[in-house]
């Protein structure tokens, strides 16, 4: 009988440890809930590249043509230095691109110390003007508003190079369909208004 009794002792010792380890078990875990739920995930980094009259991301009106400067600078893309011609003669220009996409391309002054302009070709670039590139010219200008855009020549022959509206250092560069695609001519205000924007090319104030 004695032998039943602390058999029933033991037993009902053993049950109360293992509640209360079990107690103690799904509190733990409740209380790593309760702190996984308050454990406040930080925003993504905006990487943004934004344009602007003063400058396109770290490039501004005193930045030098400089390939190790650019490098650092736009460290998450492929910078590579390129030679290019206008009229047969070669000039170097910095490109950066995302896989085989340009994102810009940038041109030194005659000196090959400074930057004459930055040609934007991608909208990873952000346009603070509120235009991303593929915007028709009737959503950016009012009908008939091209007194401040000409026909571009050479490597731009067959586009319009328009001022961006109030910022004469940037110009907004538009390609379509036009009357005669072999004339250089500036097309009619009606064929004018469906063009897209194709490029946009920033240059330090002056």
Known sequence: MQNKKLSQGKSRLINIV?????????????????????????????????????????????TSFNMHQMTLAFNQYSVVEEINYQKGNPFPAI???????????????????????????DNIIKNSLGHPLGTLYNEIYSYGQNEQCQAGAEDLAGKMLCYAPKHPNIL?????????????????????????????????KS
């Open 18 to 62: 293992l509640f209360g380890f079990l107690t103690l078990l799904l509190s733990s875990c409740d209380n790593n809930d309760k702190a996984k739920e308050t454990i406040n995930t930080p925003p993504p980094q905006d990487t943004s590249i934004i344009l602007s009259p003063d400058g396109i991301g770290p490039i501004n009106a005193t």
């Open 172 to 204: 907004y560069v538009f390609n379509g369909t036009s009357e005669d695609s072999s004339s250089n001519k500036a097309p009619s205000a009606d064929i004018l208004q469906g063009w897209a924007l194709e490029s946009i090319i920033w240059r330090p």
């Open 95 to 121: 490109r950066i691109s995302e896989g085989v996409n340009t994102i810009m391309n940038i041109i030194p002054d005659a000196s090959q110390q400074g930057i004459y302009s930055v040609i934007v070709e």
